[in-house]
C-alpha cells in the first residue's frame, strides 16, 4: 500500500497553514504593486522579501487568541513556508486572484476561516461541532477521527486506524474552486444518494466527488470503490 501516514498527515497540515496564511494575500500584493525597489526582481529577491512579510505576519498573529493554535503545527509547515514564498513568484504574475494549491487542491480565498480544531481536541468536543455539519456516519473497520478543520463553510476530517492507514474527508459550497489530479487515472460515473459523482481511481487509491445543490463533496484515501462509495453514502447531518 502506498500510502504513508506521516506524509499524508503533514500535508493536511500544510494546507491548514496554506489557507491561513493567504488572509494576507491582498496585502501582500498591494505593498508589491506600489514597491518600486525591486524591478523584475530575481527569485531570490522576490523569496527574501516575501519570507520577511511572512515572518511580520506570524509575529502578529501569534498575538491573537484566535490563532494560538498555529504554535501547535509541526515543523514541516515551517518549511513549508519557505516553498510557499518561492510560489508566490509565478502566483504573482499568473493570476488575478490568489490562489494556492497543496495536494492538488486550488483554493479560492473567498471564506473567513474562523475555527481550528486540531487532534488534541477531545472526541467529544468534536463530535458537538459535528452535530450540525455533514460528515460520514459509516468508517470502515478501526477508522476514528485523527484531525478536523471545521468553518462555517467548509468541513475537512482526516481519518486513520491503529496501522496509520488513513483517508479524508472534506465538504464545501458548489462557488468553491477543486481541482482534482486525474492524470492517468481511470474515472467511473456513480451514483450517491440520487446525485451524481465519479471515482477517481490509480493504483488502489480513490478520490469520490459529488456534489448535491449545495455542497461538493469529496473522499480520498486507499479503499476499495465498494468502500468508498458506502461511505460517501453515509454522509449526512
Known sequence: MKNNFNDEYGEILLRKAAILLSEEDKKIYEKFQNDETIV????????IKI??????????????K???????????????????????????????????????????????????????????????????KY????????????NTFITDVRVEILYANKNNEIF??????????????????????????GFEGNIFSKDGHRILVFNSDEYIFVVDGYMTQAEIIKVAESIKK
Open 168 to 193: 479524508s474527508y472534506s465538504y464545501f459550497g458548489t462557488d468553491a474552486e477543486t481541482g482534482i489530479d486525474t492524470e492517468n487515472r481511470t474515472i467511473t460515473n456513480v451514483g450517491i444518494n
Open 51 to 64: 519570507l520577511g512579510m511572512i515572518k511580520d505576519y506570524e509575529k502578529k498573529e501569534k498575538r491573537k
Open 66 to 132: 484566535n490563532f494560538i493554535l498555529l504554535k501547535k503545527v509541526s515543523l514541516k509547515v515551517a518549511v513549508f513556508i519557505g516553498v510557499l514564498a518561492i510560489g508566490f513568484a509565478i502566483t504573482f504574475t499568473t493570476v488575478e486572484a490568489f490562489k494556492v494549491t497543496v495536494l492538488n487542491f486550488i483554493f479560492e480565498q473567498k471564506e473567513k476561516f474562523t475555527l481550528i480544531s486540531l487532534s488534541d481536541n477531545s472526541n467529544g468536543d468534536i463530535q458537538t461541532k459535528l452535530d450540525t
Open 135 to 146: 460528515y460520514p456516519h459509516y468508517l470502515p473497520e478501526g477508522y476514528e477521527i485523527k
Open 40 to 47: 523584475n526582481p530575481n527569485q531570490e529577491e522576490l523569496d
